[in-house]
C-alpha cells in the first residue's frame, strides 16, 4: 500500500464516525489506523436498538398464537414485500379470498429479484400480516390462511 492511499485512509477515518479501520493486502500485510474518542454512546445505542426489533417481532408473533386453528405462509427469505405485482396492478390475494396450493399470494424482492411467494394449503385468507413495501425478514409470518 502506497503511503498516498494511507493518507486517504487517515482523511477518511477523521471524517467519519468510525474509530478504526484494519486493511489486509493480499500479501497478507495487514494496516490499522485508529482514533481516539471519548464517545461512549455507541455501545447504548446498539442496547436501545436491539429490544425495538424483538418488540416487532414479538407482535407480529402473537396472532399465529392466539389462532391455533389457522396455517401461517411464512417468508423463505428476507426482503421487501410486494401485495402486487405493480403499483397499479391489483393485489394478488385480499382478505377473504380463497388460494389454491400453488398459487402466487404476494412477491418478495431480494437483491433486485422478485420471488414469488406460493400458498402451500387450499384455503381462505383470514389475514394479511405485512404490509406493501415492508421489508420482511426470513421465517416472518406474512398471511393468516383458515383451511378448507
Given at each position: ?7 486517504k485512509?487517515v ?11 484494519e ?6 500485510r495487514k ?5 481516539l ?7 447504548s ?7 425495538v426489533?424483538?418488540?416487532t ?19 423463505p ?6 401485495i ?14 380463497i ?6 399470494v404476494?412477491?418478495v ?23 406493501n ?8 409470518e ?7
Amino acid at each position: 500500500m502506497k503511503f498516498k492511499d494511507i493518507e486517504k485512509l487517515v482523511k477518511i477515518l477523521e471524517n467519519s464516525l468510525v474509530a478504526e479501520i484494519e486493511i489486509t493486502d493480499l500479501l497478507g500485510r495487514k494496516i490499522k489506523i485508529s482514533k481516539l474518542t471519548n464517545n461512549t454512546n455507541p455501545p447504548s445505542l446498539s442496547v436501545t436498538t436491539a429490544p425495538v426489533v424483538q418488540e416487532t417481532k414479538i407482535e407480529k408473533e402473537k396472532p399465529a398464537e392466539s389462532t391455533e386453528n389457522l396455517i401461517v405462509i411464512k417468508s423463505p427469505i428476507v426482503g421487501t414485500f410486494y401485495i402486487s405485482s405493480a403499483p397499479d396492478a391489483p393485489p394478488y390475494v385480499k382478505v377473504g379470498d380463497i388460494v389454491k396450493p400453488g398459487q402466487v399470494v404476494c412477491i418478495v424482492e431480494a437483491m433486485k429479484l422478485m420471488n414469488e411467494i406460493e400458498s402451500d394449503v387450499a384455503g381462505k385468507i383470514v389475514k394479511i400480516l405485512a404490509k406493501n413495501e415492508d421489508p420482511i425478514e426470513y421465517n416472518q409470518e406474512l398471511f393468516l390462511v383458515e383451511p378448507l
